[in-house]
């Protein structure tokens, strides 16, 4: 059974930087597309990042220059590095990994980003 765990969350000022990553349990991370989502309270859950098994990113315009995907295929890990972070950046940060035609998530870890 696969299970996606997230870590790296937590208080950052404004400027600041956290790296966010996603252990994956389990078979097919090296033909899985990895994405990053955020959910704010009272919001619709977002797309932030997508990295494909080719390693061709997509990222929302809202993060395009500040944050990046890669990924680990050795180690099974998925990051999200995220510079210049922005009070509105606060969210649950949630891992998905979709592999032939099979979706799973992550349980989130939550970045405040406040002074």
């Known amino acids: 059974q696969v299970q996606l765990v997230e870590s790296g969350g937590g208080l950052v000022q404004p400027g600041g930087s956290l790296r966010l990553s996603c252990v994956v349990s389990?078979?097919?991370?090296?033909?899985?597309?990895m994405s990053w989502y955020r959910q704010a309270p009272g919001k619709q859950r977002d797309l932030v990042a997508s990295?494909?098994?080719?390693?061709?990113?997509d990222y929302a315009d809202s993060v395009k220059g500040r944050f990046t995907i890669s990924r680990d295929n050795v180690n099974n890990t998925v990051y999200l590095q995220m510079n210049n972070l922005k009070a509105e950046d606060t969210a649950v940060y949630l891992c998905?990994?979709?592999?032939?035609?099979?979706?799973?998530w992550g349980q989130g870890t939550q970045v405040t980003v406040s002074s």
């Open positions: 990295i494909t098994s080719g390693g061709r990113t």
């Open positions: 389990g078979k097919f991370f090296s033909i899985a597309t």
């Open positions: 998905k990994m979709v592999r032939i035609g099979i979706t799973t």
